[in-house]
């Protein structure tokens, strides 16, 4: 039984995803959004680890076992503040792909302008949001660090924890218009109110991306221990493009998670039962119905 109710679980799952799919073909300039995220996001990156060594003190006769590299205070400024641009950057990018979306499954057409603009109209709440997921992050990756096996584990189930309640924040900002810390509780009431047992569903978007990424890696993967001028490249083409393909359709996967959940119409692009089958509505007796 319970093998049976979670292939049904994975088979909503696919059709979820091939109704993001099916908008994503109606609009193929929301794939864009991600590629010129990962762009932008790597190209900062490269600028921050380059002002991290730049301002780090390198040991020019270090003794046995002892880096020949040390974080100075500038070094670690240039770090902690590289790491919050780019969450604000990759958060500026998913939001504008967000607006895109909503302004889709609303009925509407959009241009890349102005689902920009839509985006950076609500700047002061992303920025907040950006700021309070970052340090989140941070003290988790530092707890992580100084946990052991069980420590490691249980902030793991933190992480994805946070990640759970948090997930409609963005929607939830770009569609209301309201401020970071009222749209995290917001998400967690409509996750603790609308949400099921069924958080396969989520997952199973996350899995069909691995099942189309998985032939690639083995495919590039193998070819670049023969040719690895040629496979290496290849490899990462295919991940960057499978990534960015599944960025795509999560957001608009998440978005209309989010206007069924708030009473909006998804136009015809998803089904009721398909997202009904996402976000079962709890009873007051906590039995998922």
Known sequence: MSYTRHMGKFANSKALAGASFGVLKSEKKLAAIPIVSAVTCGVIAVAVG??????????????????????????????????????????MFAATLIAAANERLDGGSFTMGQAFSKATSRTPSILGWSAINSTVGVILQGARDKAGFLGDI??????????????????????EGIGPIAAIKKSATLVKTTWGENLFAQAGIGLIGFLLMLPG????????????????????????????????????????????????????????EELAGAF???????RSR
């Not at 730049?54 to 503040?81: E, H, R």
């Not at 193998?222 to 001028?229: D, M």
């Open 217 to 272: 890696i083995l495919i590039f993967g193998a070819l670049s221990l023969a040719l690895p001028l040629a496979g290496i490249p290849l490899l990462l083409i295919w991940i960057v493009v499978i990534g960015c393909l599944m960025s795509a359709l999560g957001a608009i996967y998440r978005t209309a998670l989010y206007r069924f959940a708030v009473g909006l119409p998804n136009g015809s692009a998803f089904t009721q």
């Open 154 to 175: 249980a902030v793991g189930l933190i992480g994805a924890a946070w990640n759970v309640i948090t997930w409609l924040v963005l929607p939830i900002i770009i569609v």
């Open 50 to 91: 380059g002002g991290v060594i730049l301002t780090a003190d390198f040991i020019a006769n270090p003794a046995p076992g002892q880096d020949d590299f040390a974080m100075t205070p500038a070094s670690w400024a240039v770090g902690i503040v590289g790491l919050f641009l780019i969450g604000l950057v990759s958060q």
């Open 280 to 286: 079962k509505t709890k009873s007051k007796s906590g």
